[in-house]
Structure formats: C-alpha cells, structure tokens
C-alpha cells in the first residue's frame, strides 16, 4: 500500500499584490474614488448648476448650500467615530434609480430630472456603504442639498406670477392708506403719477422667499431641537418674506416718484433690498424669541 503526501498546487501566475497607501488617503480611498467618478459622470451637470448660480440672481445661494452642508456632515463627525457600518442592500436600487433619472433628464434636455438625481445618487451611496442609521445621521444636510438645484420652468412660472400679484396689491393698498400720491394698479404694473412701475421677476420675491426658507431651516436645524419650532420657524418666514418684498415695493414706488426712474435700478434699488433682507432675518430672531418665551411660560404655568 503507497502513501502519498498531499502537496500546494503552485499558482500558475504570480501573486497580485496592490500597494499600499498609508495615511489617511489610504483609510479613505474607495471614498475619494467614488467623489471622482461622482464628479465625472455629472461634470457637465455641476458645470451648468454652477453657471446658473452665477448668472441667476434668484439661485446666487446655491454656492453656499454645499458649503453649509459640508459644516453639517463636518459637526457629526465625532458620532460617526466609532460608527459600525451596517450596509444595505436597498442603497444599490437608490443609485441605480439616480441613474436612470439621470439618464431620463439626459434623453429629455430637462435639467432638473438631472440635478435632482444627484441628491439621490449621494443618498443611495451613503446606504449601500454606510446603512441607513447612518443616512439618518446626516439626513438633514443630504436633504438640504435640494436646496441648491433651480426649480423647474414650469414650477417657477406658477409660483413667480401670483407672488407678481401679491407684491403689486400689498404696494398699492399701502400707498393708498398713507396717501403719499395717486396710484392705480393693472396687474402687475403700478401707475404713479409720472412714471409706471413694473413688478417684475426680479421682483416678485421669489428670491426672498427661497433664501429666507433655506436660511430658518438652517438656523432652526442648528438651534433647535424640537420639531414643532423647527416648522413653526420655517412656515412663519413664508408671510415675512411676502410682507417684507411688498414694503420693498412700496419703497421702490416712493423711491421712483421722488428720485425718477433711476431709483429703480440703481444702488438705493440695491440698498433696500439689503435692508428688507436684514429686516427679514431680524424678524427670524424675534419669532424665535417670542415662540421661546410663550414655551417657557407655558411650561411654567402647566407646572403650577
């Protein structure tokens, strides 16, 4: 009887050993790879997303909501030491969905299918590699990043008009009730007693509106923990901005009556619009206030 002795079978080829990287490129590669094939695959969607903050007054706040973001995620950075990641499955149909609504915005020339599917690539990788108790880590910067892409056409024309409107009606009902000079309102445009003010685009305060929502959710995101104030913050806004964007009107319409038609373009055009910014986010701080007093005092007296 012959024994045998079992031997290695022998690689055909040698061995592939990949290098190593240390240091914190080495620890972190797989994520960098992933920003660079992100960015590459959208280039020319973040190329015209970028073009339009720049050259559209009404998304200028696009190149601060990345920023803001990125100091979110930056701040939970301690609750993610130690972090088990818990992978899911579910985030590969997240990308692959982000894909396709890529590629739908692609064949359609609709831009906004295209951005959007940014948002849910970052939120599909972040499952699959991550889970989803770390996706509701940092839930509110990923969902604040729609915050950045333009509304639709066809959205933003439904919205813009009616706000046209409001701001023209608000103008005239305060120019009527201080009695400064005759005016008469046709839709949108204001006829004073030498000149004629259109509420434009511009100035139909969508872009207030946007900056000011966006700004209440950061600001109760960051100082507030209770829900109800959060949304209380944020819808109370929604009439400041409105109410804010009428007196802006208003004090354009005065503006052109005393100055002409120059007031209306040039810098006190400008200027104002500051001030009623400034005033806006005056305004935030004081509802926070109050809604803060009433609670406590609520509170106190529930306990007596």
């Keep these: 009887m012959h024994t045998t ?48 903050w720049y050259d559209d007054p009404n998304y200028s706040h696009g190149f601060f909501v990345p920023l803001f973001c990125g100091y979110l995620i930056w701040r939970k950075r301690h609750q993610f030491s130690g972090f088990k990641a818990q992978p899911s499955a579910w985030g590969a149909i997240l990308i692959f969905g982000a894909m396709g609504v890529l590629l739908l915005g692609s064949l359609g020339s609709e831009l906004f299918l295209q951005r959007i599917s940014l948002v849910g690539l970052i939120i599909g990788l972040v499952v699959y590699f991550r889970g989803w108790r770390a996706f509701r880590l940092i839930a509110f910067p990923l969902l604040f990043l729609l915050f950045m892409i333009p509304l639709p056409a066809v959205v933003y024309n439904q919205i813009v008009f009616p706000l046209q409107l409001l701001a023209s009606r608000f103008a005239t009902s305060c120019l009527e009730a201080i009695n400064a000079f005759p005016v008469l309102r046709e839709g949108n445009l204001l006829i004073l ?48 901005a409105i109410v804010s964007n009428g007196i802006r009107v208003v004090i354009t319409a005065l503006l052109v009556n005393a100055f002409g038609m120059r007031a209306a373009d040039g810098f006190l055009h400008l200027f104002s619009g500051w001030v009623i910014f400034l005033v806006s986010v005056a305004m935030l701080l004081l509802i926070h206030r109050a809604i803060q007093t009433f609670v406590g005092k609520t509170r106190v007296a529930k306990v007596v």
């Design 5 to 52: 002795q079992s031997r290695a079978i022998e690689p055909v080829f040698p061995a592939i050993t990949y290098p190593r990287v240390r240091g914190w490129a080495g620890e972190y590669w797989p994520v960098l790879l992933l920003i660079l094939l992100t960015f590459a695959l959208y280039a020319s969607v973040l190329g015209a997303l970028v073009h339009q």
């Design 193 to 240: 007693d030498n000149y004629s003010l259109e509420v434009v685009d511009a100035c139909s305060g969508i872009r207030s509106l946007t900056s000011l929502v966006a700004l209440a959710m950061g600001y109760s995101y960051l100082t507030e923990r209770r829900i109800g104030v959060r949304a209380l913050l944020v819808l109370a806004m929604v009439p400041v």
